[in-house]
Nanobody
Framework: QLREGEGGLVEAGGSLGLSCTGSRQLLRNNAMAWFRQAPGKEREVVAQINWLGSNTDYADSVKGRCTITRDNAAGTMYLQMNDVKPEDTAVYYC?????????????????WGQGTQVTVSQ
């Protein structure tokens, strides 16, 4: 139901934008998030946004460097990453929750994309 746009290779200090499209009903009415999983590490949440886009939450590791937004009319969610670091290298997933507001429990994210690779070079 969800599809991430192409990730890519970017140099450290550069910028990269990700997009997520899919079911318009999901992308208009549910909280959404970006997760990532680096090799050998557990999947972690990067950023979350409620259904209206009025409330967002970021992992400490990306605060000040990433911005999550959504365009409900277009049925698209975005993640803008600036000043990227090698430790941002991971497969990035978009996810949709069963709630409208940002869930307390990440198990509420029940809709997933297939993931897209982001690689940050030194």
């Amino acid at each position: 139901q969800l599809r991430e746009g192409e990730g890519g290779l970017v140099e450290a200090g550069g910028s990269l934008g990700l997009s997520c499209t899919g079911s318009r009903q999901l992308l208009r009415n549910n909280a959404m998030a970006w997760f990532r999983q680096a090799p050998g590490k557990e999947r972690e949440v990067v950023a979350q946004i409620n259904w209206l886009g009025s409330n967002t939450d970021y992992a400490d590791s990306v605060k000040g460097r990433c911005t999550i937004t959504r365009d409900n009319a277009a049925g698209t969610m975005y993640l803008q990453m600036n000043d990227v670091k090698p430790e941002d290298t991971a497969v990035y997933y978009c996810a949709g929750a069963s709630t409208r507001e940002i869930p307390y429990n990440q198990n509420e994210y029940i809709h997933w994309g297939q993931g897209t690779q982001v690689t940050v070079s030194q």
